[in-house]
């Protein structure tokens, strides 16, 4: 099989196999011209037109490139959708969706979507006459209510960040529908190996792919798929038009690092259940934010549309003092923003992802002082829980 299938992930034999299987048989892992047992680096940006009568499948670089497309189909496979594109970061696939919208337009988004994307919104689209209405999409109700005329969009983020607070992705996947609207969720923070939005209705699935896709905190990255060929060729006339694709050598190292997708998110997810349950039982902890503890208000829907809680943990320590001399303190994470990587990183919302939004807002959405988010990695988790037992205890 090569790429020259088309930029369609269903429709051929590796759809019909089992998520696993699909992570290392999607089409393109051997060269269809030599064997050579990964995706060649087409490092090329311009191809020869051999007969000009009949012109090369791909001809420019901007508008197509083999490497880049056997990414692009790989992810479309992944996610069950029919087109895929590569962008240059997360917020590069965002801004193209969010270009399939017009001035006069009005989206639904979600309250405490990703900083930069609130950035995207608030900072640069509503200068081209985009509007955004930010509500909390734990109440439908909410989602409803702030339906306008000119609504034309539906922005989910399930889990949020950094709280993890989860949307019914099917139920408003099924309401946008009726009202006509393109609904669109960052799965970032589950990837398609524990939740497959196109699968619950829902029209486009964004992904800062730099996080757990890429997987190794060395490749920055944005994917977008599209449930259907329409919004497909939209996405794809956007891609093209801004210019905004990803690279070769980052199209491959992403392909490379998504081939072990499965076993690092099993890996993680089972350690962070872990360090989920083992700061819940502690009385110097004041919160823990995971949907997979008992008492997580998100936990039944997470159950429904998601195969898994994921590797992100936040908690709350109780005072910025305390986290500080947390962040000092550790010696196994590597304090950072990003996430979604095979070695540990803890953040510190209030001054790195979130600095940007007043206090009162932050504080309003439960990203207090205290609050650290810990992505876990792959490394031991009992290193993991006593490095942070240590620096709890210097705290
Ligand atoms: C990091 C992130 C983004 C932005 O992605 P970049 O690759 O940094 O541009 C968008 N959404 C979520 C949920 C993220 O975590």
């Given at each position: 099989m090569s790429s020259k299938d088309g930029n369609n992930g269903s429709g051929n034999r590796s759809s019909e196999l089992k998520f696993d299987t699909r992570l290392l048989?999607?089409?393109?892992?051997?060269?269809?011209?030599?064997?050579?047992?990964s995706v060649p680096?087409?490092?090329?940006s311009t191809f020869h037109h051999e007969d000009i009568f009949n012109p090369p499948q791909h001809d420019y670089t901007r508008s197509g490139n083999p490497t880049r497309q056997a990414l692009e189909d790989y992810i479309a496979l992944l996610e069950g959708g029919t087109n895929g594109y590569a962008f240059p970061s997360g917020m590069a696939a965002i801004s193209a969706a969010f270009m399939l919208f017009s001035a006069g337009d009005h989206l639904i988004v979600t309250e405490d979507v990703y900083g930069g994307t609130y950035r995207l919104l608030t900072g640069i689209l509503n200068r081209f006459g985009l509007e955004a209405s930010f509500v909390d999409m734990t109440k439908i109700e909410e989602v409803k209510a702030a339906?306008?005329?000119?609504t034309k969009g539906i922005y989910i983020e399930t889990p949020s960040n950094p709280t993890l607070k989860i949307t019914d992705i099917a139920a408003l996947a099924a309401w946008s529908k009726e009202q006509g609207l393109i609904s669109m969720v960052d799965n970032t923070f589950m990837?398609?190996?524990?939740?497959?939005?196109i699968e619950l209705g829902i029209d486009i699935v964004l992904h800062s792919a730099t996080k757990f896709l890429g997987g190794h905190s060395d490749v920055l990255a944005g994917l977008a798929v599209s449930a259907n060929e329409s919004l497909g060729r939209q996405l794809k006339y956007l891609q093209n038009g801004l210019g905004s694709v990803l690279g070769v050598q980052d199209s491959w190292l992403l392909m490379r690092g998504m081939k072990t997708l499965s076993a690092r998110m099993a890996h993680s997810e089972i350690s962070a259940r872990r360090l989920a349950e083992w700061l819940d039982s502690r009385s110097d902890i004041t919160a823990v934010y995971y949907p997979g503890l008992k008492d997580h208000p998100g936990r039944e829907i997470q159950e429904q549309q998601s195969a898994g809680y994921g590797a992100v943990v936040s908690f709350d320590v109780g005072s910025g003092d305390r986290a500080k001399q947390v962040l000092n303190a550790?010696?196994?994470?590597?304090?950072?923003?990003s996430l979604g990587a095979v070695e540990s990183i803890l953040s510190y919302p209030a001054m790195m992802s979130h600095a940007s939004m007043p206090a009162e807002v932050r504080l309003e959405r439960g990203i207090t002082d205290g609050l650290l988010r810990f992505s876990v990695g792959l490394e031991d988790v009992e290193d993991l829980i006593a490095d942070l037992e240590q620096a709890l205890a210097q705290a």
């Open positions: 048989h999607f089409g393109s892992e051997v060269d269809a011209a030599t064997g050579a047992s680096l087409y490092q090329a339906l306008r005329p000119n990837t398609p190996y524990y939740q497959r939005p550790v010696k196994l994470p590597i304090v950072a923003v």
